[in-house]
T-cell receptor, first 116, second 110 residues
Framework: DGGITQSPKYLFRKEGQNVTLSCEQNLNHDAMYWYRQDPGQGLRLIYYSQIVNDFQKGDIAEGYSVSREKKESFPLTVTSAQKNPTAFYLC???????????????FGDGTRLSIL | EDQVTQSPEALRLQEGESSSLNCSYTVSGLRGLFWYRQDPGKGPEFLFTLYSAGEEKEKERLKATLTKKESFLHITAPKPEDSATYLCAVRGAGGSKLTFGKGITLSVRP
């Protein structure tokens, strides 16, 4: 079955530690996205990538980093500079490289990150 | 800046009691309005895309409509399995990013 796989489902971070969240898709989608979801707030865009080896900052990129070395993979690193990392992190993908692509985004089932 | 406001924040219905969820938006050059369903602890599941005022889409007990300022998700004769959070998002002419509302939590009692 085609889809988006996020791992791990739960992750705990210690003070001063960087952690990496995995996102893999087998939908052959060009574009991939990372969102953060907090209780009572809408999804907020962290980073997005429309093509391999290229990515752009979203609305809340500070304290996060990404890479896009392969079309199917878009890992997110939460660095120690992110002072409030506790949240539900969602990865999404969509067809099309163009900015005006009107294809819907499809989501994985998320990673819940907590502080130890 | 694109904005999306969803109302009410929460809605409790009796099974079979039809109702509507509202999504009001402001966007520069609407490229698409998207509805998603999200179950607890899961990622959002895509339901509909609407592109222009007057457009309607249906799927089982759900029907989405669009005007120039808002979208409605009508739920006809809901069942307990329709209980979920419903998210609305818009994409404007400025780029590929989506702007999401905070969601509406629907609870359907048997």
């Amino acid at each position: 079955d085609g889809g988006i796989t996020q791992s791990p489902k739960y992750l705990f971070r210690k003070e001063g530690q960087n952690v990496t969240l995995s996102c893999e898709q087998n939908l052959n989608h060009d574009a991939m996205y990372w969102y953060r979801q907090d209780p009572g707030q809408g999804l907020r865009l962290i980073y997005y990538s429309q093509i391999v080896n290229d990515f752009q900052k979203g609305d809340i990129a500070e304290g996060y980093s990404v890479s896009r070395e392969k079309k199917e993979s878009f890992p997110l690193t939460v660095t120690s500079a992110q002072k409030n990392p506790t949240a539900f992190y969602l990865c999404a993908s969509s067809e099309g490289q163009r900015d005006y692509s009107n294809q819907p985004q499809h989501f994985g089932d998320g990673t819940r990150l907590s502080i130890l | 800046e694109d904005q999306v406001t969803q109302s009410p924040e929460a809605l409790r219905l009796q099974e079979g009691e039809s109702s509507s969820l509202n999504c009001s938006y402001t966007v520069s050059g609407l490229r698409g309005l998207f509805w998603y369903r999200q179950d607890p602890g899961k990622g959002p599941e895509f339901l509909f895309t609407l592109y222009s005022a007057g457009e309607e889409k249906e799927k089982e007990r759900l029907k989405a409509t669009l005007t120039k300022k808002e979208s409605f998700l009508h739920i006809t004769a809901p069942k307990p399995e329709d209980s979920a959070t419903y998210l609305c998002a818009v994409r404007g002419a400025g780029g590929s990013k989506l702007t999401f509302g905070k969601g509406i939590t629907l609870s359907v009692r048997p």
